[in-house]
């Protein structure tokens, strides 16, 4: 199984997982069809299954056509079934999703929308997180609570770091300044932002990140750090407390 990722629109990725055995392929948020056809005409990869996170235009642009065109069935999760375009199949939290070889588990996690979910290919240890956990960075909070969002991204913390993270938009760079603003100090902030800056110097993503870097690096994870909320002028503030304030300070960033 390998992760092909595609470029869309200004700053959106999607992905392709493709099982290379049998040349067939799911496809992860597509923003828009026409660079994911580029991709499985020139590469003579069939498409079976489109599979959404949450139900943003950014994130299911591509649905219509490309289950016209693959014959592909639509999945996300149960209770956007009105939101989500050319739905087929319903997905519930914590259920185990299997076709042929691809197998991922799903996570509900609310906040940015109602119905976002993630899905983790365990098998591979590669996670999808869309709009809700970004490299050094999360979504905004549109439909959903501070208190959902924070609990939404506490759920990663569990995973195995060396799993690698897929997210929704290249906004590594941006969110690296918020990051190393309030947490100055730490080294390897600033060792990941000199390979973020690398790669981008040579036009290649920052994604994948991993569940270490993300721990280590990205401010939304560590809001119980002593050493953040002194850098907020928080004392006595408790972790949710501290997140909520970074939601609000980088959404004015
Ligand atoms: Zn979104
Ligand atoms: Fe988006």
Excluded at 156 to 180: A, D, M, R, V, W
Excluded at 197 to 221: A, G, Q, R, V
Aim: hydrophobic share 35%.
């Amino acid at each position: 199984m390998i992760v092909k990722i595609i470029k869309c629109l200004t700053d959106n990725y999607s992905y392709l997982i493709i099982d290379e055995k049998l040349n067939t392929a799911c496809v992860v948020d597509p923003s828009e069809s026409g660079p994911i056809i580029n991709y499985l005409e020139n590469n003579h990869i069939n498409l079976k299954f489109i599979l959404n996170t949450h139900h943003h235009y950014d994130h299911v642009g591509g649905n219509k056509d490309l289950k016209k065109k693959y014959d592909a069935k639509v999945v996300g999760y149960k209770d956007d079934k009105q939101r989500i375009p050319e739905i087929d199949i319903f997905l519930k939290d914590q259920e185990i999703w299997k076709s042929e070889n691809f197998e991922a588990k799903i996570f509900h996690i609310p906040g940015h929308t109602l119905g976002h979910i993630s899905f983790y290919f365990f098998n591979e240890k590669i996670l999808f997180t869309g709009d809700t956990l970004f490299s050094l960075g999360c979504g905004r909070i549109f439909e959903g609570t501070y208190e959902m969002m924070f609990k939404s991204l506490n759920i990663f913390k569990n995973f195995p770091p060396e799993t690698k993270i897929y997210c929704g938009h290249e906004y590594t760079l941006q969110n690296s300044k918020f990051c190393i603003k309030y947490d100055k100090n730490n080294s390897n902030l600033k060792k990941k932002i000199e390979l973020i800056n690398d790669k981008l110097k040579k036009n290649l993503p920052t994604i994948p990140s991993t569940i270490k870097d993300e721990l280590e690096c990205n401010i939304f994870l560590r809001s119980e750090e002593k050493i953040i909320q002194k850098n907020l002028n928080l004392n006595n503030s408790d972790s949710l407390q501290t997140f909520s304030k970074l939601r609000d300070l980088k959404d004015n960033f």
